[in-house]
Structures are given as C-alpha cells and as structure tokens.
C-alpha cells in the first residue's frame, strides 16, 4: 500500500498520512536553498527569481497548517502527521461568512448527502486525482518545477500531475472536460496568476464533497513572499453551484532537503471497498 | 489501461554486399490479414555463415538481398510468435518470394486494441522539425519537448533461468499480470512505456511525463548520489550527470521481478540502469539504454531508443482507474 492519506471529512482520519515503516524519507541537502550559520534552511530569506526575475516557486510544497483530527468525544486533537493539511480541506468555505460556501440549494443537499455518508465515495479514496483546488489542502507533498514558459505540479499521490502553461497561449477551443483542467498563467507583478477552464462535472473541491461542474472557472494567484512559504488566493466562479463567486486564502510550507517518493496509489488499495462496506452504518 | 507495445527492432538494414545476390521479399500479414509493419528480420545463412539483418517497411513488406545460398529465416515482430523457416534457397539474380502469417502471443483485440493502427502511429509519423539542439540557461542541451518514442526491441536479454521461466510463465499466461492491467507502471524504464511522452528540463530536474500510464518519474541532476538503500521504486531512483552534450542518467533502488516490457520480460531489484540522452538537433532524440542486473541476467544488455519531436500537442489527461475493467478483461490462459 502506498502513503495515500485517506481523508474522511468529519474525522479527517488520516490513516497512512505518515510514512510506513520500511521506507524512510530522503534527506539531501539541497543546492539553492538559503541557508543560517549552522547550515539550517533559511526559510525566511527573499524568494529565489527565474532567470527573468519573476519568482520561482519551486520546491517541495505542503499545506502549512495542520489539519484538526478529532477524537471520540469530537474535539481536536493532533493528527500525529508531519505533513501539514489545510483545514479547508475538509470545507473549503470553512472561513468565509456562515462558515461554508454559497451553495445552491442541490448542491447544499449533495453536500450535506455526502456528510452523512461520511465522505465515502470521494475520488480521492479511489485513487483518483485530487484536482485543484485541493491538492494544495490535503496532507501529501507536491513538488512544483517552474520553467519561464512552463509550471509542473506533481504529486507524491499516485503519481500524479499538474502543468500550468505560462508561454501566453489561449484556452483551447474545445477542451476535453479533465479533472485539472487547462490551466494557463500570467504575472500581475510578483503573482503569478493562474486561471483554469475545462473542468469535468462534479468535481469535488473538499472532502465533505463541495461539488464543482464544468461550468466552473477557477483562478490562483500564487505568491511566494518568502524562500519558505507560499500564498495562494483561490476564486471559484462556478454559477451553476454557488450563488456567487467566492474567494479563500490557502498556504502553503516548503519543506526543504527532502524528496517526493515513489507512491502507487493503487498497489493493494482496500479502502474505497472497506469504506463502501460502512455505507448507511 | 497503457495500450500495448508494438516494440519493433530498431536495427537499419545492412545488406551485405557480395557479388551476385539474390532477392528475399516478402509480405507480412498478422491472423485477421492486417499487415505488419516494421517487422525485424534475420536471414542466416546455413550451417553456419553469416547473418543479415533488415527492418520490414511500414507497409508491412521486406526485401533482403542476399549472396545465393541457404538460409533460415526469423521474422519478428513484439507481440507475435517467431516465424522461423530454414532451407529457403535463394538463387542469384532470382526473388524467392514468401507470406508470412504472424500470431500473435497475447490478443488484447477484445479490449478494442488494434496492434496494426498502433504501429501505424509509430511508422507513419510525420517529419519532425528541423533546427538546431535547444540550449538551457546553462549552455546545456534542453531536452523539453513532447516526443514519439519507440519501437524498440527488448530482444535479446540474456536471462538466468529464473527469469526466463518467469518470463516464459508470464507469456504462457497471457500477461495476465501485466502492472498497467492494475493502472501501474509499465517498466522500470519509462523510456520502455511506449507512446507519446513530456520531458521537463528544469537545470536541477528532468521530468519525464507518460500520457498513457502511471505517470511522472524525476531524473535528479544537482549531483546528488543515490541514497544508500533508496527504494524500492517502480521506477527506481535516478540521478543524471552531463558527459559533455550528453545526459548520462542513473538509476537503481528498483522492486524485485518488476517488468521491463510488456511481454514480461522480469528484472530483480539489483537493476542498473543508464541511459545516455542526446539531443543531436531540434527533431530527435536519441536513448542509448544500458540494463545491468546481476540478480536477473546473465550478461548486461544495451539497447537504443529513437524519439521524435511532436511540437504543437500536449499530452493528454489520462486517469487509468477511471472506469478500468481491463483487469476483469485480462483473463489469463
């Protein structure tokens, strides 16, 4: 089994977050990074630039808070991850009025459906891809390559990828429906602007299973203010969802000297059958 | 599911040049009667002379001129079973000509696929652009690009018996296990995967992105060695140094009887690999492949892939789990 975290909304458990036994993380100090006296990651040093002076967001990323894990009585409790999680990633509308997001009426229902059912069916469980906005919310690592016309975001889950064109081409016209969509991305001064079109339906946008269709039009803006951090504003405009727009602030933690592994999500994967097992329970 | 292989010989013809040849030409055709393109060919002249090689054409005919004699005769094609004739005599001046049926070793045609059109796409691939090697920020060959690449013919690797067993077990089950069955790698060299795929050269990273399999595997190139006990990998860990315009890539740390081809060809977890990546101009690309695994293997055997640039596409997304019922499908002997 690989190092897939399974998240279940309500209790966030996080089985298999942390590394297995057998395997160990790499550590190598690596080229580039600022680093204090003592040889510790300076993470507070100035953002590192492209060739052509923009920021380079390179690095191995996670989200730079911690997850809330909760108990048996239901209150909070550390995970015992050393991966960070947003906790938006259980609701991404956890911070904004009313603590959820302007839903619909159906997609309120599908929402509180997919509560009740403790988030069973969410792709993420089946190996499936965890689309933006919520790769840059679950507790795994991406490691983000930034080429002047070129941004690739990958995965340790599954082995899985994101490009984000920067070389000034238009949406094609006529876009396959994706998991990540197209994405293309231009600079407003230091962030990097990223819009994406061309969604499947029904995609989830966090665990309790916030829906997003294919009408949906998402845009970044991705700062990395310092050598160790990374800012990201999220904006969804999806009419056929969400009664407006919404906008929500996502972090994001370097995590220095080490690597992504090697991770095949679907190498004896039982939790999607386990977890349908529980269904109506 | 990762469409399968149609691994073609990549060896050029080399005619030998006597006096007086004769001609062998023939058409090679599969069971259905679709023809066979891009077959690779021996004709060894009996008891004991020399061998000539050739590669059949996209329409699926070869023609080998050879000194008159006695040969035998092997066409292959990845795949196929091994057509094998001996006592062909070929005349001076004459054309001996000959059909050849191919079987196939494993159908996957009840899941849609059509070898033929597949090594059409191979064999039929528009000229790449021409122009000179693209330069990184540090003078280095950039080798970014979507390429095309195979045929490529893991033919020939010297097996321990334990691995040929495995491997003729493998065969005799119709790749029931074949890992892209279950939407995991193909190999342990993603160069082997087939299809189009994405390099990234980032000056610290090499990228490489399949379309049509699990999925991105990085070539570390900030001089890092390997980690002592890294893996075990699918894909193994790699790390790459510049020999002047050549990447020189390095991989070890890789799970034991993984697969190196589609027709299950095994590897243990002692597997070396290096491949040496050159970019001679804009079009084309070049992998010269190194296996060395003393746990699998008598002997260590190189092999070259060719790749094409395909500019102005991308890849496509591909999520193999989505739906898959190829391992339902994949029903063995």
Redesign the interface.
């Known amino acids: 089994m690989g190092r897939k975290g399974r998240t279940i909304a309500l209790a966030l458990v996080l089985t298999g977050a942390a590394s297995p036994g057998v395997a160990q993380w790499l550590r190598y100090p690596t080229e580039g990074i600022p680093r204090t006296a003592d040889g510790t990651p300076n993470l507070a040093a100035p953002a590192p630039r492209l060739p052509d002076g923009k920021p380079d967001l390179s690095g191995v990323w996670h989200a730079a808070q911690t997850p809330p894990c909760l108990d048996s009585r239901g209150e909070e409790r550390p995970c015992g991850s050393a991966v960070g999680g947003s906790p938006l990633g259980g609701n991404l509308g956890r911070n904004l009025p009313g603590g959820k997001l302007p839903y619909q009426p159906w997609a309120a229902k599908l929402t509180e459906d997919r509560l009740k059912d403790r988030s069973i069916d969410d792709p993420h469980v089946r190996c499936m891809p965890d689309n933006p906005p919520r790769h840059w919310t679950l507790p795994h690592l991406t490691k983000a390559l930034h080429t002047p016309k070129l941004l690739v975001l990958m995965y340790e889950v599954n082995a899985m990828y994101r490009q984000i064109f920067l070389d000034g081409r238009p949406f094609p016209a006529d876009m396959n429906p994706t998991w990540n969509g197209y994405s293309v991305g231009h600079w407003e001064g230091d962030a990097l602007v990223v819009e994406t079109r061309g969604f499947r339906d029904d995609l989830w946008i966090d665990t309790q299973g916030s829906p997003m269709s294919s009408a949906g039009k998402m845009t970044e803006k991705i700062r990395r203010p310092n050598f160790g951090s990374l800012e990201i504003e999220v904006t969804i405009d999806d009419p056929k969802t969400y009664t407006k727009p919404f906008t929500v602030r996502l972090s994001e933690q370097l995590e220095p000297d080490t690597e992504i592994l090697d991770e095949f999500c679907l190498e004896g994967e039982k939790d999607y059958e386990r977890l349908q097992r529980t269904r109506g329970k | 599911m990762l469409r399968p292989l149609i691994l073609v010989a990549l060896a050029a013809g080399t005619a030998a040049a006597q006096s007086a040849p004769g001609t062998i030409r023939a058409t090679v055709t599969d069971v259905p009667g679709g023809l066979v393109p891009g077959v690779s060919v021996e004709a060894k002249r009996e008891p004991s002379g020399p061998t000539i090689t050739g590669r059949g054409d996209a329409r699926g005919t070869y023609t080998i001129d050879a000194p008159a004699g006695t040969y035998e005769l092997s066409v292959n094609a990845p795949g196929m079973k091994s057509f094998r004739r001996s006592g062909l005599i070929v005349s001076a001046g004459q054309t001996l000509r000959l059909d050849v049926r191919l079987e196939e070793t494993v159908s996957l045609r009840t899941l849609g696929e059509d070898p033929t059109a597949i090594a059409a796409t191979y064999f039929n691939r528009p000229e790449p652009p021409k122009g000179p090697t693209p330069r990184l920020?540090n003078g280095k060959p950039d080798l970014?690009g979507v390429w095309l690449g195979g045929p490529t013919d893991l033919g020939g690797i010297d097996f321990q018996p334990w691995a040929a067993a495995l491997l003729k077990e493998r065969v005799d089950n119709n790749v029931k296990d074949w890992p892209p069955t279950?939407?995991?790698?193909a190999s342990a060299v993603p160069f082997f995967t087939g299809g189009f795929f994405k390099l990234?050269?980032?000056p610290?990273?090499l990228?490489f992105?399949v379309e049509n399999a699990?999925?991105?595997?990085?070539m570390?190139l900030?001089?890092?060695p390997h980690?002592p006990?890294?893996?075990p990998?699918?894909?193994g860990h790699q790390v790459g140094r510049w020999d002047g315009d050549t990447l020189v890539v390095d991989a070890v740390g890789f799970r034991d009887r993984g697969w190196l081809g589609f027709s299950g060809q095994p590897h243990s977890d002692k597997l070396h690999v290096v491949e040496r990546l050159r970019r001679p101009d804009l079009g084309h690309l070049e992998i010269e492949i190194t296996l060395d695994d003393p746990g699998a293997f008598q002997k260590t055997w190189t092999g070259t892939l060719k790749a094409t640039l395909s500019p102005d596409i991308?890849?496509?997304?591909f999520?193999c789990?989505?739906n898959n019922k190829d391992a339902a499908h994949m029903v063995g002997k």
């Open positions: 920020t970014t279950f939407c995991q790698p990234v050269h980032h610290s990273t990228v992105i699990t999925a991105f595997t990085q570390q900030d001089g890092r980690p006990g890294v893996g990998y699918w894909l991308e890849l496509q997304e999520v789990n989505e």
